[in-house]
Nanobody, 117 residues
Framework: VQLVESGGGMVQPGGSLTLSCTASGLILASNDMSWVRQTPERGPEWLSA????????HYADSVKGRFTISRDNAKNTLYLQMNSLKPEDTALYSC???????????WGQGTQVTVYG
């Protein structure tokens, strides 16, 4: 199983980014998937998840209303649309299999998001 994130970068507060997570060896539509982020200071933080069977989405309070998780089954790709970015959103963002930090197993290497200004 390999998960590869892309789409990170540097953006000013209030800006937007869309992260992608492509999978090999894993059918995203058949697995619950999450986005998580981590910093050396705060450690890992679960952000959002999408359920395999129903497509139901879940969000942490810190990103609710600003971030949107989605997937493209044909491309076997998971997305995280991030709007109204804040400096505190600066972190390494990874996709992972599972619905919560406790239940995730496979993680990607991550893509860095830096919100400056």
């Amino acid at each position: 199983v390999q998960l590869v994130e892309s789409g990170g970068g540097m953006v000013q507060p209030g800006g937007s980014l869309t992260l992608s997570c492509t999978a090999s060896g894993l059918i995203l539509a058949s697995n619950d998937m999450s986005w998580v982020r981590q910093t050396p200071e705060r450690g890992p933080e679960w952000l959002s998840a999408i359920e395999a069977s129903t497509g139901t989405t879940h969000y942490a309070d810190s990103v609710k209303g600003r971030f949107t998780i989605s997937r493209d089954n044909a491309k076997n790709t998971l997305y995280l649309q991030m709007n109204s970015l804040k400096p505190e959103d600066t972190a390494l963002y990874s996709c992972a299999r599972g619905l919560s930090l406790r239940t995730t197993d496979y993680w990607g290497q991550g893509t860095q998001v830096t919100v400056y200004g």
